[in-house]
T-cell receptor, first 115, second 111 residues
């Protein structure tokens, strides 16, 4: 059983579709993160949750809507996306939201293509 | 503003030693992390330096100089499986202790 599991691994959607990405962590961590990874660019932090409460929202457009029902599960709801939103979306977890050891545990990501 | 710079690509030979540099400009520096990511895989944590000096973990070592705002990842006895992208990331106070990431260095290893 891997530490952080993301589904689906690949997703293709039209600009008018609504879809969701799911992340589950089995590490007993208290913090969970959504990152966007585009080719040859730094990882972009989108959202941070600590004990189910959102602690960071890095000016992410409202077409991305996170949900954290408990410390083990994190969702990213997608609607009316743009082609430039095509990227790899990575979920991560850590013991606390300030990552005192600089260590995050990542899932393998959901590769999103917006047509 | 915040920025991290690392080379976009480095090429080395199997069995050799390679150093990947990272320079940073941040506010309220707390520590420097290194991550490895294979194509199609998850970024995986390699090391974290909060204090100056060299930290060694097997074939990999990481160095930090806070006064120079500089660090590096040293990979020894390179193996083909080390072909991956390597990211440096700074933990800083002014970003609420979140990691600020470099754009990554693609390490190509030739036999």
């Amino acid at each position: 059983e891997t530490g952080v599991t993301q589904t689906p691994r690949h997703l293709v959607m039209g600009m008018t579709n609504k879809k969701s990405l799911k992340c589950e962590q089995h590490l007993g961590h208290n913090a969970m993160y959504w990152y966007k990874q585009s080719a040859k660019k730094p990882l972009e932090l989108m959202f941070v949750y600590n004990f189910k409460e959102q602690t960071e929202n890095n000016s992410v457009p409202s077409r991305f809507s996170p949900e954290c029902p408990n410390s083990s599960h994190l969702f990213l709801h997608l609607h009316t996306l743009q082609p430039e939103d095509s990227a790899l979306y990575l979920c991560a977890s850590s013991q606390d939201h300030k990552a005192n050891t600089g260590e995050l545990f990542f899932g393998e990501g959901s590769r999103l293509t917006v047509l | 503003g915040q920025s991290l710079e690392q080379p976009s690509e480095v090429t080395a030979v199997e069995g050799a030693i390679v150093q990947i540099n990272c320079t940073y400009q941040t506010s309220g520096f707390y520590g420097l992390s290194w991550y490895q990511q294979h194509d199609g895989g998850a970024p995986t944590f390699l090391s974290y330096n909060a204090l100056d000096g060299l930290e060694e973990t097997g074939r990999f070592s990481s160095f930090l100089s806070r006064s120079d705002s500089y660090g590096y990842l040293l990979l020894q006895e390179l193996q083909m499986k080390d072909s991956a992208s390597y990211f440096c990331a700074v933990r800083e106070r002014d970003s609420n202790y979140q990691l600020i990431w470099g754009a990554g260095t693609k390490l190509i290893i030739k036999p």
